[in-house]
């Protein structure tokens, strides 16, 4: 009986952890821009208020996005692919 629950605990895992990693290629884009729009968009879709860019830095080869959304800080980061931005 243990087994089988830890073994459920086991596959919920994975599976959270495989669909939070999924990927399609329509989330590729060719510009940083590109990118950062679309995520904002995202980001708006998803609330009631309109995420605002505050800031785009570059950091130890990574490019870190600050908005604001719904008066709170929300940070992204943007990785590069072989196909393009994500």
């Known amino acids: 009986m243990r ?3 830890l073994l459920s605990v086991l596959v919920f895992i994975t599976l959270l952890f495989l669909s939070g990693c999924a990927t399609s290629s329509m989330d590729l884009h060719s510009t940083r821009e ?5 995520g904002l968009e995202q ?6 208020g309109d995420a605002n860019l ?3 830095e570059g950091y130890k080869g990574e490019t870190l996005v600050f908005f604001e959304l719904n008066r ?4 992204a980061s943007i990785s590069e692919e072989k196909n393009g931005l994500k």
């Open 3 to 5: 087994n089988l629950s």
């Open 54 to 56: 505050l800031s785009v």
């Open 43 to 48: 980001e708006s879709s998803e609330s009631i």
């Open 72 to 75: 709170a800080l929300g940070v």
């Open 34 to 38: 590109e990118a950062i729009s679309y």
